[in-house]
């Protein structure tokens, strides 16, 4: 199936097809193939049909939103109520949400059934899809490579064309770099303009939740679902209400990209730096003017993002001891005993690192040393756009520095691993919305993505630019030959 959002809503409106018969075919290519990308963690089948069915009967009724009936899948970090949701680790493995996310609300209330929940990094903590207690998800364009992460169950599930559309988060390049690794669309909003709410928590002031889809097209539609103001989250900012496909069809004469000389050095491959050249330029000839610009700051992103996220993860991940929910050790002696035991058996080696790293910068003697001086790098670096942004209106460069990996080629050299993102970090620590859109492949036939980074609240302008540069472009078009 090659269908995108808008083409199934399409198809719903003028009765060629139901959800029924929509999700139906989804659910047959997730029985065939998920075995071998291992995208999902759950499906629950009986539900999906009921969802869908609901959603024929609405537009029967006559209520009809512009997304009604059209299946989407959603990671497994989102609370979604009586389904598992195990954020990929052990220490949730059997926790079936009680309540749903505003996220998920948000979906149900549109009338979207939910196909099932994606694989991802353990607590979303990694860059391959390597870390989840599931086992690792596996590239459709190369099943012997990784997906990115930590979306990567989503980003697979997209590319495979397993799903139209799928949720992720983004905490240093959780959906943008899977999405250059698949050759999908995904989009990072600005930090509170999707709410938190009953989203497991990693780096509370940098985690935020997007949509990964084929298309800008898609993104946007499915932005306009998931953003709005939620008074359960303290940082969910109250604006009104946007319509994000507002701008796709306007052209882009007089647009300035800035090219960050600090993006296009020592690191980034060949084929990626082609790609991307080549995508500026079409650009260009789409009426856009290219300006040179500097993010002198941030080389410093991954050192100061490695300080802040782990610190914040140490605090969230506390909750986590056996108590409440999710997994307990079955044997122990006393309190203190079922604590050790269970966080030693139910967090990964990944999450473990980063809470002893996050527990280290935090305890006293260090916390001025280490984390205090990243929160003064985390400044400089939003600075720095701020300034960037005074000459224009988007920022251009590549998402991630490679093509995708192979399996277990990264995971003996954490540093290594952390580096996947050091084009997509800086991002994230400024609060920025940012988008990574498919703009070519290498010579091995793996997809490259390019970045596109807006101001705070730009991301109408932003699809504006990929939506512009995909009517120009077939890239997003293409999908690998996975048999059935």
């Known amino acids: 199936m090659t269908d995108t959002i808008v083409s199934l809503s399409v198809l719903l409106a003028t009765g060629q097809a139901s959800s029924v018969e929509l999700c139906q075919d989804y659910l047959g290519r997730i029985a065939q193939l998920n075995p071998l990308l291992n995208a999902f963690v759950t499906v629950n089948t009986d539900q999906t049909l009921l969802d869908a069915a609901a959603a024929d009967a609405r537009r029967a009724a006559g209520d009809i939103g512009p997304l009604t009936g059209v299946p989407i899948a959603h990671k497994d970090i989102f ?3 009586g389904w598992l949701t195990t954020c990929g680790s052990k220490m949730l493995s059997n926790f079936v949400s009680p309540y749903d996310a505003h996220v998920i609300g948000q979906f149900k209330a549109a009338g979207m059934p939910c196909l099932g929940k994606t694989n ?10 390597e870390t989840s207690y599931f086992g690792p998800v596996k590239n459709p364009w190369d099943t012997r490579r990784v997906p990115g992460g930590s979306s990567g169950g989503s980003a697979a599930a997209v590319a495979g064309r397993l799903c139209p559309g799928a949720t992720g988060t983004d905490t240093g390049g959780s959906i943008r770099q899977p999405a250059a690794l698949t050759g999908i669309t995904g989009l990072k909003p600005t930090y509170g303009v999707v709410s938190r709410y009953g989203m497991i928590a990693f780096a509370s002031s940098l985690d935020q939740a997007g949509p990964m889809a084929q298309t800008a097209e898609d993104c946007a539609w ?3 679902v998931m953003a709005g103001h939620d008074p359960r989250d303290s940082t969910s900012l109250e604006r009104d209400k946007e319509d994000y496909a507002c701008d796709l069809a306007s052209p882009l004469a007089g647009l300035k990209v800035g090219l960050p000389r600090e993006f296009f050095g020592a690191g980034l491959t060949g084929d990626t730096a082609r790609a991307v050249e080549a995508a500026v330029a079409q650009l260009q000839k789409l009426g856009a003017r290219i300006v040179d610009i500097g993010l002198p700051n941030s080389k410093l992103s991954v050192a100061a993002y490695y300080v802040l996220a782990p610190a914040e993860a140490s605090s969230n991940l506390s909750r986590f001891d056996g108590v ?5 050790t079955p044997e122990y002696g006393d309190l203190a005993e079922m604590y050790e035991k269970t966080r030693a058996e139910g967090f990964g080696p990944e999450v473990k690192r980063r809470i002893m790293i996050g527990a280290y910068v935090l305890s006293h003697g260090y916390y001025d040393a280490y984390y205090l001086q990243a929160q003064k790098l985390r400044r400089l670096i939003a600075q ?3 300034e960037a942004f005074k000459e224009c209106d988007v920022i251009l460069g590549p ?6 990996f192979k399996l277990g080629e990264k995971t003996a050299d954490p540093v290594q691993m952390y580096l996947s993102d050091i084009y997509t970090i800086a991002v994230n620590l400024a ?3 940012g988008m990574s859109l498919p703009c070519g492949f ?11 980074i807006g101001n705070y609240f730009a991301e109408a302008r932003m699809l504006n630019v990929a939506h512009q540069y995909q009517l120009a472009t077939d890239w997003h078009t293409r999908a690998p030959l996975l048999e059935v």
């Open 120 to 129: 991802m990094d353990e607590f979303a903590m990694g860059s391959s899809n």
């Open 222 to 224: 499915l932005l306009n």
């Open 324 to 328: 409440r929910y999710g997994y307990r």
């Open 442 to 452: 290498d010579a091995q036939g793996l997809p490259i993505g390019m970045q596109l």
């Open 431 to 433: 609060g920025l919305p």
């Open 384 to 386: 720095d756009f701020v």
């Open 79 to 81: 609370c979604a109520e």
């Open 399 to 404: 998402t991630a520095p490679t093509t995708a």
